[in-house]
């Protein structure tokens, strides 16, 4: 039983015992309250519907929390065709974030791209297997309704912070001709911030009393292990005051993605930054990670 799981104190994975590779899972263990964070992206959202046109209900499928937030301005340098940025929010596979994707798209809206931020189910009522394919729906819908919303369908770049960058990773490594007959290599560019990435720890972890992962869930949803010819650049990153594993499976995908694809996919590595402090470096004007995001694009970079 799960009790009997958490009192095992054999090394289970790695050099952790039951105990310390939930620890390793649990973001709190090093940043036990996250109100100011959360505060702070929704204090940025108002703001940013205020500034942009912002559509904040776009159905993109049949389920019930399958709907986007758009973030787009007419006077973009962009022009009628701007890039587009799908941006997936973290939260453990279990946190929605809806409402708050006004955070991260106001640096990038101005720079002349528009910004898709998808809602999607969370766990326990759905499961990972139902969130990546609600994810990877998303950037069907967008891919094959850009133009209605000036976006250009052409050059589609995701993101995603935590559990939202496992599942942007998910997206990154689709089979789109086989999966919904759209042509390969959709997605231009990726930037995964701060993920698990690598389900086989994370499936002998606490976080499986949610999850519900078996050995072919695990396969299946650890994008890793389904990379190939069309899987687009990535940038990664990662904060230096995070936990261990999330450091260590930043950089293990990264040397995995570059030995797969031949591209270039050295990790950004902020020092001292924990997994909360990550999120808002998407929306740090002038940060290294706002830039290199924006460079992918083909945006102008912006000043601190």
Known sequence: ????????????????????????????????????????????????????????????????????????????????????LIYFHGGAWRTTEEGLGGQVAP??????????APNFSVAPAASLDAMVRQCREAVAYVYENAAGFGGDAACIHICGHSSGAHLAA????????????????????????????????????????????DAEAEQRNSPGRHLGPDTPPAIFAYGGGELDEFQRQSRDLAAAWQAATGRPAEPLNFAGKNHFDMREEYARPGGPLCNAVLDQMGLAQGSE
Not at 22 to 50: F, H, K, M, W
Not at 188 to 201: I, N, Q, R, W
């Open 170 to 213: 998910m997206a990154a490594v689709t089979d789109w001709p086989r999966e919904f007959g759209l042509p390969a290599g959709i997605i231009e560019g990726c930037t995964l911030v701060s993920g698990p990435y690598d389900l086989a720890p994370v499936r002998l972890s606490q976080r499986n009393d949610y999850l519900h992962l």
């Open 107 to 116: 640096v990038f809206v101005r720079a002349g791209a528009v910004v898709a």
């Open 1 to 84: 039983c799960c009790n009997d799981r958490r009192t095992n104190l054999a090394k289970l994975f790695g050099d952790y015992d039951q105990a310390q590779l939930d620890a390793q899972y649990n973001q709190r263990t090093l940043v036990p309250d996250i109100g100011p964070y959360s505060g702070r992206a929704q204090r940025a959202t108002e703001p940013a519907r205020a500034e942009f046109h912002c559509d904040e209900r776009v159905v993109y499928g049949g389920d019930e929390d399958q709907w986007m937030e758009i973030y787009r301005s007419d006077a973009a340098p962009g022009g009628p065709e701007a890039p587009v």
